[in-house]
């Protein structure tokens, strides 16, 4: 069992990340394609990143060492999901690059004595080995880019959303209401949080420092999880509610059929940062095409293009931002 204690300055410091976590999303995404079963909402994402992960290929090669440190079940080192990481990938990334090296012995070992074994390259990241530093920092750019960046809107929709319904229970049932509305698995009394057949037995004491909570598209309908240093700025990691996830497809049914299949496609992409040539390509059409849709999102508002030399780029208006997310578009 898991048991969160509470102190009175605890509730008051008690809040909801305001954007989703890349790196918790990242790793939590691979537990997921390890998990039997998959939410059918993520289903075309696993199968895709299956295929694309298989034994021998590029990608497995080059993010292998990421996935080594992420076990399907169990421990799994608390450096890889940095606090750091609420401002971006990369200032999560730069985090996790600049690890102390005495912590990332301890973690490593940790995960040693929890796994029996160890790869060697596993090994060489708690020795601090700059070779082996770089070529995580590689596979967590690598993995980020095939796995995450493409569903990052997904994320962030559904993130919002279910920031709204726990706010709503917020006004409606206060702190204890929100706290056990976040699984069936959790029991808030007001001073201590339970979660029910945690893998391990745990206690945390806030001491006054609050509870960020971090709602997770990626985290499957699960109990709720947290770092495992109880003196690392303390974290509960819990699944977006499953109305969340809905509002995401909703959302793109409905600009699927105000653009079409293909320019909500378009309009998905660019918000990635794409090139007409990356449009065509993804999408599978022929740059003419991919043209004619970026030139019609663009006379409707929705997109800039810049040409730097043979090069077109294209980015998002905040109308565009807005159509897309549903809500009102972040600012520049």
């Known amino acids: 069992m898991l048991r969160i204690h509470f102190t009175g300055a605890d509730l008051v410091r008690t809040r909801i990340a305001s954007v989703p976590d890349p790196l918790w999303e990242l790793a939590l995404s691979i537990h997921l394609l390890r998990m039997r079963g998959t939410d059918p909402l993520l289903a075309g994402w696993k199968q895709r990143m299956v295929n694309g992960l298989k034994p021998g290929g590029p990608l497995r090669d080059e993010v292998g060492l990421l996935l080594a440190l992420n076990p399907p079940v169990g421990y799994f ?151 495992f240093d109880p003196e690392l700025p303390p974290v509960l990691v819990y699944s977006v509610h499953q109305e969340a996830r809905a509002a995401v497809v909703r959302g793109g049914e409905a600009l699927s059929a105000l653009l079409g299949r293909t320019r909500a496609a378009v309009l998905e992409l660019v918000a990635q940062g794409s090139t007409t040539s990356e449009l065509a390509r993804r999408l599978d059409v022929s740059p003419a095409a991919a043209s004619q849709h970026v030139a019609v999102l663009r006379d409707a508002g929705l997109l800039h293009s810049v040409r730097d030399r043979n090069t077109v780029h294209h980015t998002l208006t905040q109308l565009g931002y807005a159509m897309l997310a549903g809500r009102s578009a972040p600012t520049p």
Not at 150 to 175: E, F, L, N, Q
Not at 178 to 185: E, R, Y
Not at 217 to 225: A, D, I, R, W
Request: hydrophobic fraction near 35%; proline fraction near 8%.
């Open 77 to 227: 080192p608390d450096f890889l999901t940095p606090p750091e990481a609420s401002g971006g990938i990369g200032a999560g990334l730069d985090a996790v690059l600049t690890t102390p090296k005495n912590r990332l012995r301890q973690e490593i070992n940790a995960l040693g004595d929890a796994q029996g074994s160890l790869p060697a390259p596993v090994d060489d990241v708690g020795s601090g080995h700059l070779g082996a530093i770089g070529e995580l920092g590689t596979a967590i750019g690598r993995y980020h880019e095939t796995a995450i960046a493409p569903m990052w809107d997904r994320v962030r929709t559904a993130v919002d959303a279910d920031r709204g319904i726990r706010a709503r229970t917020m006004i409606d049932s206060g702190t204890e209401g929100l706290l056990n509305s976040l699984h069936p698995t959790v029991r808030f009394d007001g001073n201590v949080l339970e979660v029910a057949d945690y893998p391990s037995h745990r206690e945390v004491h806030l001491e006054g420092r609050g509870l960020q909570l971090v709602p997770s598209y990626f985290k499957t309908p699960t109990k709720p999880v947290t770092l």
